[in-house]
């Protein structure tokens, strides 16, 4: 921090996803967008710690919710699309279970019906 109260900016290392370092622009957050949160909040979850604590503190749990959000809402999407289809094909989870592995077998056993017509794993020709 400067003399006067402003945030220096630095840079920091980060690894990116496809496993490399750069380095990128400090962040400069001042104090006021979370003063009055922490305020607010001091009693019931902020106690006695400082300010750079507290800001960590939102950012780490900001980042789990919008985690927990993501899962959930994928999680939802798929639970809705099955439900849909089982809606459809108005089948129970078990049925459809039942009829998938029904399904599978028969394909398995055609496949493998096939390649023993077939010898050497030839291919007829298209004419």
Request: hydrophobic share 40%; aromatic share 6%; net charge positive.
């Amino acid at each position: 921090m400067s003399s006067n109260g402003q945030v220096v900016a630095g840079l920091s290392a980060v690894a990116t996803n496809a496993g490399t370092i750069v380095e990128v622009p400090d962040l400069k957050v001042p104090t006021n967008r979370i003063y009055n949160f922490v305020t607010t909040y001091r009693k019931d979850y902020f106690e006695d710690h400082s300010l750079d604590w507290c800001l960590d503190e939102i950012i780490t749990r900001g980042i789990a919710e919008i985690t927990r959000q993501v899962k959930t809402a994928r999680k939802v999407a798929v639970d809705k699309a099955s439900g849909s289809l089982l809606k459809e094909f108005n089948l129970s989870p078990a049925d459809a279970k039942k009829l998938l592995l029904d399904m599978l077998a028969k394909q398995r056993a055609e496949a493998e019906a096939a390649a023993k017509a077939k010898p050497n794993g030839t291919t007829a020709k298209a004419s």
